[in-house]
Protein backbone atom coordinates (compact mmCIF):
# COMPACT_ATOMS: atom_id res chain seq x y z
CA UNK A 1 0.00 0.00 0.00
CA UNK A 2 1.32 3.56 -1.22
CA UNK A 3 1.06 6.18 1.53
CA UNK A 4 0.81 9.71 0.65
CA UNK A 5 1.14 13.00 3.44
CA UNK A 6 -0.29 16.70 2.27
CA UNK A 7 -0.51 19.05 4.84
CA UNK A 8 -3.11 21.60 3.44
CA UNK A 9 -6.06 24.18 5.26
CA UNK A 10 -9.31 24.35 4.77
CA UNK A 11 -10.57 26.88 2.35
CA UNK A 12 -12.82 29.70 3.90
CA UNK A 13 -16.25 27.92 3.23
CA UNK A 14 -14.91 24.65 4.38
CA UNK A 15 -13.61 23.07 1.02
CA UNK A 16 -10.72 20.63 0.49
CA UNK A 17 -8.30 21.12 -2.17
CA UNK A 18 -5.86 18.28 -2.94
CA UNK A 19 -3.24 18.53 -5.56
CA UNK A 20 -0.17 16.55 -7.06
CA UNK A 21 -1.77 13.27 -6.24
CA UNK A 22 1.24 10.93 -6.57
CA UNK A 23 -1.73 8.37 -7.47
CA UNK A 24 -2.99 7.87 -11.25
CA UNK A 25 -6.34 8.91 -12.09
CA UNK A 26 -9.06 6.13 -11.64
CA UNK A 27 -7.16 4.66 -8.77
CA UNK A 28 -9.21 3.66 -5.66
CA UNK A 29 -7.88 5.53 -2.52
CA UNK A 30 -8.94 5.73 1.23
CA UNK A 31 -9.02 9.48 2.48
CA UNK A 32 -8.32 10.01 6.61
CA UNK A 33 -8.27 13.37 7.77
CA UNK A 34 -6.88 14.62 10.95
CA UNK A 35 -7.35 17.79 12.72
CA UNK A 36 -3.97 19.64 12.61
CA UNK A 37 -2.56 20.51 16.52
CA UNK A 38 -0.15 23.08 17.17
CA UNK A 39 2.96 21.46 18.35
CA UNK A 40 4.38 22.53 22.05
CA UNK A 41 6.96 25.13 22.01
CA UNK A 42 10.59 23.95 22.49
CA UNK A 43 10.84 26.17 25.61
CA UNK A 44 8.31 23.70 27.42
CA UNK A 45 10.48 20.66 26.68
CA UNK A 46 11.93 21.21 30.09
CA UNK A 47 9.66 23.22 32.45
CA UNK A 48 11.67 22.27 35.39
CA UNK A 49 15.10 23.40 33.54
CA UNK A 50 16.63 26.72 35.93
CA UNK A 51 14.27 26.16 38.36
CA UNK A 52 16.03 25.68 42.39
CA UNK A 53 14.42 22.19 44.07
CA UNK A 54 14.32 22.45 47.53
CA UNK A 55 14.02 19.60 49.94
CA UNK A 56 12.80 20.05 53.36
CA UNK A 57 13.33 16.75 54.78
CA UNK A 58 16.33 15.02 53.00
CA UNK A 59 15.50 11.84 55.01
CA UNK A 60 12.02 11.03 55.39
CA UNK A 61 11.00 7.86 56.04
CA UNK A 62 8.89 5.99 53.02
CA UNK A 63 5.81 4.13 54.31
Not at 13 to 32: C, H, P
Not at 37 to 60: A, R, T
Amino acid sequence: MKAHRIETKLTKNGILIIEDFLFQAGEAVEILILERFSQPSDSNLYPLQGKVIHYDELIEAVL
